[in-house]
Every structure is written in C-alpha cells, then in structure tokens.
C-alpha cells in the first residue's frame, strides 16, 4: 500500500504537434547555424579582406547601448548585431588593411576575429550574426530569422577566391 503523503506520479504529457514543430524549428535553426559557421570559417580561411567597417544603434533611442556592426568584405556583408560599445569602438578603430582571421561560438554568443597589420586582433562578440550577399536588400536587424543567411559553403568558397584576388591586387600582407 502506497503511503498517503506520497504524490502520485504525473503521465508526462503526449507528444503532439506543439512538441514536433518545437524540434524541427531546433533543427532548422542548428542547421542555419552550421551553414552560417561553415561559410565564416571558409571567408577567415581565406583571409578574405575587410574593405569597410561600421557601426550603428541597433534602435536609435534603445535604453541599451547595445549596436550593430557591419563589415564589408568582397561579395557580401557580415552583419553583427547586439554588440557592446567596446567592440562597435574597436571595430571602427581598425587601420590600414585587414582580414577576416576566424569566427565560431562562444555559448550562446557568436565571435568575429579582425586581424590587421598594424594592431592586435579584434575579437567581437555578438548575439547574432548575419552573412548577406551583396546583391541583397537590406534588412533591419530586428527581421533576423533563420532563413536570412544566403550564403552557403559554395559560396563562402568562392567568397575566399574573391578575398585572395582582392588581396593580390591590395598587396595585403599574406
């Protein structure tokens, strides 16, 4: 006989639709963020160069100071958002020639490596980070969703090539 003070067990609930689109919306969004990983690490592999850096407010009139950064290089444009005030300084410190040296995940956050000839690397941490063509329209940053990476390992290594013939007609260091 089971002790009257002891609760009873609780069915786990049925495995319906809610938890089925849960598990496919994870593994749609783990598969952007591979896609996404692989292209960047490709682009850094292949030193492809930074031709322009900015930085801007996420919302204009945000309580945070929370902005986002973007990079120009050869075909499309790295679009960092949710970056803390150092790193959106850091970023539009940078000199002379650069490239990008190497990108992955830190936890939840994602991180972009700088290197340039005359400074330190630049390491930036951001929440999302975006990979656009640059034959895109521009999107607000608040419209990031999965689908807005267009850039996929073919076209990071064809991004690499272009870097390596920008670089070779910049005389960077390489």
Known sequence: MRHPLRA???????AGPARFWRR???RAVAGYDRQLLTALRHAAAGRVPVLAA????ARPGAPTALG???LSVPGARVQMIA?????QRA????????WLAGAGRYGRLWWVAIASGHRHDVVVLARQVRLIDAGAKPTPPAASDPGS???????ATTLARQGAAARA????PG
């Open 8 to 14: 009873r067990r609780v069915a786990a609930p049925p």
């Open 24 to 26: 496919l919306e994870r």
């Open 54 to 57: 900015r930085a801007a407010a």
């Open 68 to 70: 986002v950064v973007e």
């Open 83 to 87: 970056v803390a005030p150092a790193g």
């Open 91 to 98: 970023v539009t410190e940078i000199t002379g020639s650069a």
């Open 149 to 155: 990476c267009s850039l996929g390992p073919r076209r």
């Open 169 to 172: 007609s910049r005389r960077l």
